[in-house]
């Protein structure tokens, strides 16, 4: 296994586990997430791994096949009340449900580390649902604490 930036030729692999990502979701909050879908298409995923403020990293097995990625975007905060800095934000990371178990999810927690050093960034964030037993565990195994809470009072 290894990982690199990503290329336009992940964007439907990417996809392709952006569906197991959201059947998470839907399972978690099916009065939220609509089952069958994705958060991005597959065009939008290629504009994301484009972007300059967007960073992409994918985990390959050795025949360069998908089995996880880290969607990331570096943010500069900058507001009158806070001292300003730059955070790497993952907006989604997810390994496949055939390859889970292999510390891949490590390794690509791992290397947004690296280049959000390398970036300069003071932090990295991220969301977790409610109910996300796994991906909160996961999170704490990697170091994180949580910073700020949603709450909600559903109508």
Not at 1 to 6: D, G
Not at 20 to 38: C, K, N, S, W
Not at 106 to 125: D, N, P, R, W
Request: hydrophobic content about 35%; charged content about 30%; glycine content about 6%.
């Amino acid at each position: 296994m290894r990982i690199r930036n990503a290329k336009n030729k992940d964007a439907k692999p990417i996809v392709s586990l952006l569906r197991q990502v959201l059947e998470l979701h839907a399972e978690i909050r099916p009065d939220i997430f609509q089952t069958g879908t994705t958060k991005y298409t597959e065009n939008e995923v290629v504009g994301i791994i484009s972007n300059e403020n967007r960073r992409t990293y994918v985990a390959v097995d050795d025949n360069d096949n998908l089995i996880g990625f880290a969607l990331c975007e570096v943010r500069n905060i900058d507001s009158h009340n806070m001292i300003p800095r730059k955070e790497m934000y993952i907006d989604d990371i997810c390994v496949d449900g055939n390859a889970r178990g292999k510390h891949i999810g490590s390794q690509l927690f791992e290397h947004v580390k690296q280049e959000a050093k390398k970036l300069g960034c003071y932090e990295i964030t991220l969301n977790v649902w409610e109910g996300n037993d796994s991906a909160k565990a996961f999170y704490n195994k990697m170091q994180m604490k949580p910073k700020s809470t949603t709450m909600e009072f559903i109508l």
